[in-house]
């Protein structure tokens, strides 16, 4: 994983091109701290997924904006990836 490539954990489809994830979390805090740090991301990307969630998960939906998912929805996806980890 570089850091315009998101893990492999993503299920990416091609029609409708988009992407999706669920994270886990051992406690609501922890998954309120990311989503916390996923609206950061999205204001200064521009990039704004779906998002579902739930006390200890998050599931996260990116939709191309194009035909086809473009690098900065890879990058998106792979720097919430590094805010997982954290």
Do not use: C
């Not at 969630?53 to 690098?71: C, G, K, P």
């Amino acid at each position: 994983m570089t850091a315009t490539q998101p893990s492999s954990a993503w299920n990416i489809q091609k029609r409708p091109a988009a992407m999706t994830r669920r994270y886990e979390f051992a406690s609501y805090a922890e998954t309120r701290d990311f989503l916390d740090q996923l609206a950061a991301l999205s204001e200064r990307t521009g990039l704004h997924p779906n998002l579902n969630f739930a006390r200890n998960h998050v599931s996260v939906s990116i939709n191309a904006e194009a035909e086809t998912l473009s690098d900065a929805e890879y990058a998106f996806a792979a720097e919430a990836d590094a805010l997982a980890q954290q």
